[in-house]
Structures are given as C-alpha cells and as structure tokens.
Nanobody, 125 residues
Framework: QVKLVESGGGSVQAGGSLRLSCVPSGYTYSSYCMAWFRQAPGKEREGIASIYRTSGSTYYADSVKGRFTISRDNAKNTLYLQMNSLKPEDTAMYYC??????????????????WGQGTQVTVSS
C-alpha cells in the first residue's frame, strides 16, 4: 500500500522560507507523478507544483511560480517543496500526492490516488 508522509511545515513571517519533505513508501516504480497541493480554510484544494519522477519535468501554478521549487531526490526517495518569499496567502495545509502514470500525465486535472496526511504552513504578516 502506498503511503506518503509529509514533514517540514511550521510558522514563519512573511518573506521567509520553509522546505517541505515527503517520503513515499509502498511502491517501487519510477513512473509516478508527485505533486504538492494546498488547502486554506474555506477554500478549495489547489494544485501548486508537480514533478514527474522519471524525467524530472515540473509544473507550477501561477500563484507560486518563481517562489516555490519542487524537486526530488530519487536516491533518498524524497520529494521536496522549497518555499521562498512566503506570503500570508500561502497559509494552508499542504499535502503531498502521487499518481501512477507511465506517460507522465501529471496535470492536476487528473486524479491523484495517494495522499499524505498534510502539514500546516502558517505565514504571518
């Protein structure tokens, strides 16, 4: 069974940085899309960054482009989200997610099948 465990959330002032980590387990295939989603109170869940484990291709939502970086360390089997220049509107629960895709179809429009428990990020002004 695929399991995803996030860590690295916390509280930071506006302009600061945080790095989230996600460690997946329970599968050995490389053909997975990995992504970060977030959900703020009263708002819909938003896909913000994705990466295809095989090729390293990335995609970012406009809301985080230029500030956030998604990366993976295949040797450590860990997914990261480096968040810089944080804003109060980045406050949300952040989730790691995965979907199997031999062709690298990582769009947020597709269903992500596996989810972590979430880690809270709070940015104060």
């Amino acid at each position: 069974q695929v399991k995803l465990v996030e860590s690295g959330g916390g509280s930071v002032q506006a302009g600061g940085s945080l790095r989230l980590s996600c460690v997946p387990s329970g599968y050995t295939y490389s053909s997975y899309c990995m992504a970060w989603f977030r959900q703020a109170p009263g708002k819909e869940r938003e896909g913000i960054a994705s990466i295809y484990r095989t090729s390293g291709s990335t995609y970012y939502a406009d809301s985080v482009k230029g500030r956030f970086t998604i990366s993976r360390d295949n040797a450590k089997n860990t997914l990261y989200l480096q968040m810089n220049s944080l804003k109060p509107e980045d406050t949300a629960m952040y989730y790691c997610a995965a979907r199997y895709s031999p062709v690298g179809a990582c769009s947020f429009a597709y269903a992500y099948n596996y989810w972590g428990q979430g880690t809270q990020v709070t940015v104060s002004s």
